[in-house]
């Protein structure tokens, strides 16, 4: 045995590869798609868009959430009608798209709003452990990648696996038509990779994503709990 007096030994096992290859989900998988913008003319919302309907052609049961009329962070109480819709719309998903314009070299606050309010845990439910992750941004000029940069921080805080691929559309104007249909580009191709590597890793990490972003550290500090509970028992 290694020497580690610093593990509790019996809640550190050896990962069970069985636990990996349990039952599968028959299913469609749940997209939930978040846009950043409130423009009448969304180039944003029309990658949403597109997005959707190539999640929905790879067999995805598919919500976008429309952020008119959310207000901002703290700006009113969590039982607010959009916040609530937000909140549940997110526990509904097994995976999420974040498509965000650029910014002042960042994502707007449109769509930071809709990340701050969803939670990192309701009570003992987390809104967002374990899903899937693609993220997505637009630009008005050049290609850049500060927004999908910053996205996959707060995928990462909000404990979600986003996955490798992601679609930055530079002069994004020029790369939709006057129906709001994508045109055909590289950039086009592009977000099919993303959505279909999406799909690929939701069904594949969807069951088992309990098992998957189980820790040590709460493991430890939920046997604390029980122990200290069950010694305030015996007291009493």
């Not at 190539?54 to 700006?75: A, I, M, W």
């Amino acid at each position: 045995m290694t020497d580690l007096p610093n593990v509790t030994d019996a809640l550190l096992p050896t990962p069970d590869l069985s636990r990996l290859h349990g039952p599968r989900s028959t299913h469609a998988p749940r997209v939930l798609l978040l846009y950043g913008s409130l423009r009448p003319v969304s180039y944003s919302r029309l990658l949403t868009l597109e997005a959707e309907r190539l999640l929905k052609r790879l067999g995805c049961d598919t919500k976008v959430f429309d952020p008119t009329g959310l207000p901002l962070p703290d700006g009113a109480p969590v039982d607010h009608p959009k916040v609530q819709e937000l909140r549940e719309l997110s526990l509904w998903s097994e995976a999420q798209v974040w498509t965000s314009p650029e910014r002042h070299g960042a994502m707007t606050g449109v769509m930071k709003s809709q990340i701050d309010w969803i939670p990192l845990a309701l009570g003992a439910v987390r809104p967002t452990q374990g899903r899937t992750l693609a993220v997505m941004q637009v630009s008005g000029g050049s290609q850049s990648f500060n927004a999908v940069n910053q996205m996959r921080i707060l995928g990462r805080w909000m404990r979600m696996l986003t996955i490798p691929n992601q679609s930055s559309v530079a002069k994004a104007f020029e790369e939709f038509g006057d129906d709001g249909r994508m045109k055909p580009s590289a950039y086009y191709d592009r977000v099919v990779d993303v959505m279909e590597e999406l799909v690929k890793f939701t069904r594949l990490t969807r069951d088992v994503s309990d098992h998957l972003t189980d820790r040590y550290s709460e493991r430890k500090e939920s046997a604390a709990a029980l122990e200290a509970r069950v010694s305030l028992t015996q007291a009493t």
